[in-house]
């Protein structure tokens, strides 16, 4: 069965700095991989997702991700952090069945000005 | 135009009541699920239909009662209330391909009193 860790449960950085969030899967084949992102009182909405091809993937909100398979991780970065992307991000990864991913425990990110 | 939808947005009621949350999705998804977040952002699965077929049932009580009367709505019912269902319960839906996203809705928040 496939799980996924995210190691840091709360995240802040300043406005403008660079923001890297941190995945770690574990699955015995290639993994579907997303990373979403929840607002308060929202529900989830994709970030961005990786299956195969080139391992940096670009997503929504000028966000990215770069699969590293040695290291079993999906990390998500963004180069410079606005006030609007403080918010709840989890990191989801699906094995054999089709549609069933499992979430990590999710980052808190908070944004001071 | 809202993608999935789901009512009531919050819900407060006694234990051992029974209580219904409805679904709907216009994405033209073939699947839908029902996950569980509780105090602590944890996410969990507990439902997932494909053209109304139930294909995932996770560990959940049998107080719990998915029905799927077509593949565009999912809707649970909820029998003899608990303080522990006390959680934001999200409605969800993606087509039954690997890779593809979920699109959630806005969440119903429950409140068990």
């Known amino acids: 069965a496939q799980s996924v860790t995210q190691p840091d449960i709360h995240i802040t950085v300043s406005e403008g700095a660079s923001l890297e969030l941190r995945c770690n899967y574990s699955?015995?084949?290639?993994?579907?991989l997303f990373w979403y992102v929840q607002s308060p009182g929202q529900g989830l909405q994709l970030l961005l997702k990786y299956f195969s091809g080139d391992t940096l993937v670009q997503g929504i909100k000028g966000f990215e991700a770069e699969f590293k398979r040695s290291q079993s991780s999906f990390n998500l970065r963004k180069p410079s952090v606005h006030w609007s992307d403080a918010a709840e991000y989890f990191c989801?990864?699906?094995?054999?069945?089709?549609?069933?991913?499992?979430f990590g425990d999710g980052t808190t990110l908070t944004v001071k000005p | 135009d809202t993608a999935v939808s789901q009512t009531p947005k919050y819900l407060v009621t006694q234990m051992g009541n029974d209580k219904s949350i409805k679904c709907e999705q216009n994405l033209g998804h073939d699947t839908m699920y029902w996950y569980k977040q509780d105090s602590k952002k944890f996410l969990k699965i507990m439902f997932s239909y494909n053209n109304k077929e139930l294909i995932i049932n996770e560990t959940v009580p049998n107080r719990f009662s998915p029905k799927s009367p077509d593949k565009a709505h999912l809707n649970l019912h909820i029998n003899s209330l608990e303080l522990g269902d006390s959680a934001v319960y999200f409605c969800?839906?993606?087509?039954?391909?690997?890779?593809?996203?979920?699109?959630f809705g806005n969440g119903t928040r429950l409140t068990v009193t």
């Open positions: 969800a839906s993606s087509h039954k391909v690997h890779n593809s996203p979920l699109h």
């Open positions: 699955y015995g084949a290639t993994p579907y």
């Open positions: 989801a990864v699906e094995g054999t069945n089709a549609g069933k991913s499992t």
